[in-house]
């Protein structure tokens, strides 16, 4: 990950280059129309393993913004502390992409 300097010193996330590959699986995620067909769509796209780490970020992400601590965190998701900075990091510096789905889930 690139990464920028602010004022202060802090590092922050550079903003990603369009991908027109990504773009299209964007497109096609909005294009899904239940539960029964994004489970189709994700077990079609991705590995067991691939969607368990999506799943554990995601999961990790909620602990986070409920503030749970690490030590909770590794304990019930399995999660490296590595991956739960990572994480974290996003949701203290990236687009409020968790946030939106969280506040969205209420």
């Known amino acids: 990950m690139n990464a920028i300097i602010t004022q202060g010193g802090r590092k922050m996330p550079a903003k990603r280059k369009k991908d027109p590959n990504v773009d ?6 909005l294009q899904i129309q239940s539960k029964e067909e994004c ?3 994700f077990t079609d796209l991705c590995t067991m393993k691939e969607l368990s780490a999506i799943a554990q970020r995601i999961v990790v992400a909620k602990m986070l913004s409920e503030g749970k601590v690490y030590k909770d965190i590794v304990e019930q998701t399995g999660a490296s502390t590595a991956t739960i900075s990572r994480v974290n990091r996003s949701l203290m510096f990236g687009e409020n992409g968790y946030d939106t789905i969280f506040e969205r889930l209420k």
């Open 24 to 29: 299209f699986l964007y497109e096609c995620i």
């Open 39 to 41: 489970e189709d769509f």
